[in-house]
């Protein structure tokens, strides 16, 4: 059984930093391609950033220089620090991954950018 399990949002003034955390069960991590995604009150889900079994990473032009997505196959766990935070980053971010031809997300953690 795949799950996905997001941690690490909360509430942080613009200028802040977070770091989030999915830890991944029931796949062989190292193999995943692993995404970051996010959804904004009233928005459609966006893609934020990427990063390949070997580590390429791709990251969304409204992130890039303040995001960093990052993974550690030994911890099963794909990162993204989150630095110099906007309040138009405020949304619910939701890992994801796909395994076996199917789509995988976790359940999502909120962040809040205060202004």
């Known amino acids: 059984q795949v799950q996905l399990v997001e941690s690490g949002g909360g509430l942080v003034q613009a200028g802040g930093s977070l770091r989030l955390s999915c830890a991944v069960s029931?796949?062989?991590?190292?193999?995943?391609?692993m995404k970051w995604y996010r959804q904004a009150p009233g928005k459609q889900r966006e893609l934020v950033a990427g990063?390949?079994?070997?580590?390429?990473?791709n990251h969304a032009d409204s992130v890039k220089g303040r995001f960093t997505i990052s993974r550690d196959n030994d911890k099963n766990t794909v990162y993204l620090q989150m630095n110099s935070l906007k309040p138009e980053d405020t949304a619910v971010y939701y890992c994801?991954?796909?395994?076996?031809?199917?789509?995988?997300w976790g359940q999502g953690t909120r962040v809040t950018v205060s202004s």
């Open positions: 994801n991954t796909i395994w076996i031809g199917r789509m995988y």
């Open positions: 029931g796949t062989i991590f190292s193999q995943n391609y």
């Open positions: 990063i390949s079994s070997g580590g390429n990473t």
